[in-house]
């Protein structure tokens, strides 16, 4: 659906307030931030998988692609569709470590011609190709795909079923689904102000999304609630913010939204209202 209404009488999201969320929207939050994003997180644009707690950003996003490739169970030169490619890391770790043949899409212009540059610098060009495509209206090719990576982009999708009925569609036989996902319910305030911030017609629960992958005709194989891995992610996030200091006061209403969204996304995990879970599954 894509007008949800966000349920609250102690949060600025107020009883009846409506996400108005399309492709557009999303576009242009991603546009907007593009230099952002990569000054407070880099290149990598997904949560980083923290084992004592220590490690440093990238170590710890290098390590959450490990444990999703191994969560998966991904074979060496699979054909991976990575939706929601953000500046091409994902898909060229899977090149450089496995091999693999990745097409990426991604709704950004100004991060596709970031993410087409360092590709096209890297020893994997030939591995890789990139489009500009909105993941709702891609015409995804029949049993095509060994691997859909889905991390942390479902959340902007309005129509989830119908995304999964599509990755069902282009994965191959005995293809796979990796689903990294901020799940929780809309009936929680604190979900709903994560959804407000960071422009998502609306955060699902884990079994929402087990709902979801089962309709369309994919089993799942494994479920993995890795928050207290990641939350460091945004305590470091929200440490680079706060050195930024004062300079917020002269950057765009977007930036300031996106900064303040740190500390809603924090104290949603802290809540438990919310969690992030890694889902794989692959196609009966």
Known sequence: MNHLDCMSTTSAVTAGAEINV??????HHYDSLSFWYRLFWGDHLHHGWFNTGTEKAREAQIAM?????????????????????????????LASELACQVDGLNVSPNQLMVAKKKVAASKFSANIHLRLGDAESFAYPADHYDIVWTMESSEHFADKQKYFHQVRRTLRRDGRLLLAAWTGSMAHYRVCRVAKHFVCPELC????????????????????????????????????????????????????????????????????????????????
């Open 205 to 284: 629960t884990a079994d929402e999304y087990v709902g979801f992958i089962e309709t369309a005709g994919m089993r799942v194989q494994k479920l993995v609630n890795a928050t207290s891995y990641v939350v460091p992610t945004w305590q470091i996030c929200l440490g680079r913010v706060k050195r930024f200091g004062l300079l917020k006061r002269f950057v765009s209403h977007e930036v300031r939204s996106f900064a303040d969204g740190l500390e809603t996304i924090l104290d949603a995990y802290s809540s438990g209202e919310m969690k992030y879970t890694i889902i794989a599954a692959d196609r009966t």
């Open 22 to 27: 399309n492709a557009e929207s999303i576009r």
């Open 65 to 93: 692609l490990w444990q999703c490739t191994s969560i998966l169970r991904i074979p060496i030169a699979a054909r991976v569709l990575d939706v929601g490619c953000g500046y091409g890391a994902t898909g060229m770790f």
